[in-house]
T-cell receptor, first 113, second 113 residues
Framework: GENVEQHPSTLSVQEGDSAVIKCTYS??????FPWYKQELGKGPQLIID?????GEKKDQRIAVTLNKTAKHFSLHITETQPEDSAVYFC????????????FGKGTKLSVKP | DGGITQSPKYLFRKEGQNVTLSCEQN?????MYWYRQDPGQGLRLIYY???????QKGDIAEGYSVSREKKESFPLTVTSAQKNPTAFYLC????????????FGDGTRLSIL
């Protein structure tokens, strides 16, 4: 079945710097890749997603890139702000997972003022 | 506002007791999901339902049960057979099952007395 690896597990940046979180997946048939932000005591919130027919998608300070050949995708946050501090999860679906999302273990991002 | 409501926010279980977690959505979504989240772990799928009166086991269904009698509701029962129930439980829904963004509630934290 699908397996999703996420790195790093923790990431600390200065306010204004960029942050990059990377995920790899194992099932080449996967075709949908969402990213979620989870704040303490809350449920995950979808922040951006990408499908396998595109290589990059941007939404203001957030972008996601997808490399199908290498089976990895990345979240890029530019001009980080303290309110970006949270746990970020990547996920993949399609192929053998019956369309269910398989999640990475999360990255705790800390943005220092 | 449309969304997913989970209740209660905190729940305590005594040894040998069954407890039921509520999940209601007014998004008119067909598919609903239950996940378990443990510290430092990703989200693990307990049960999912694509349509009313139908549901399937996820990766960690043992010790849990669900029902889907109404489109809006997908309650999860944590039975006494679940020996390590302390976790954060998240409910989600999506328009369809395959490769669709999932929308999450704010979770129920279950602890053992």
């Amino acid at each position: 079945g699908e397996n999703v690896e996420q790195h790093p597990s923790t990431l600390s940046v200065q306010e204004g710097d960029s942050a990059v979180i990377k995920c790899t997946y194992s099932d080449s048939a996967s075709n949908y890749f969402p990213w979620y932000k989870q704040e303490l005591g809350k449920g995950p919130q979808l922040i951006i997603d990408i499908r396998s027919n595109v290589g990059e998608k941007k939404d203001q300070r957030i972008a996601v890139t997808l490399n199908k050949t290498a089976k990895h995708f990345s979240l890029h946050i530019t001009e980080t702000q303290p309110e970006d501090s949270a746990v970020y999860f990547c996920a993949a679906s399609g192929g053998g997972s019956q369309g269910n999302l398989i999640f990475g273990k999360g990255t705790k991002l800390s943005v220092k003022p | 506002d449309g969304g997913i409501t989970q209740s209660p926010k905190y729940l305590f279980r005594k040894e040998g007791q069954n407890v039921t977690l509520s999940c209601e959505q007014n998004l008119n979504h067909d598919a609903m999901y239950w996940y378990r989240q443990d510290p430092g772990q990703g989200l693990r799928l307990i049960y999912y339902s694509q349509i009313v009166n139908d549901f399937q086991k996820g990766d960690i269904a043992e010790g849990y049960s669900v029902s889907r009698e109404k489109k809006e509701s997908f309650p999860l029962t944590v039975t006494s057979a679940q020996k390590n129930p302390t976790a954060f439980y998240l409910c989600a829904s999506s328009i369809g099952q395959a490769n669709q963004p999932q929308h999450f509630g704010d979770g129920t934290r279950l602890s053992i007395l």
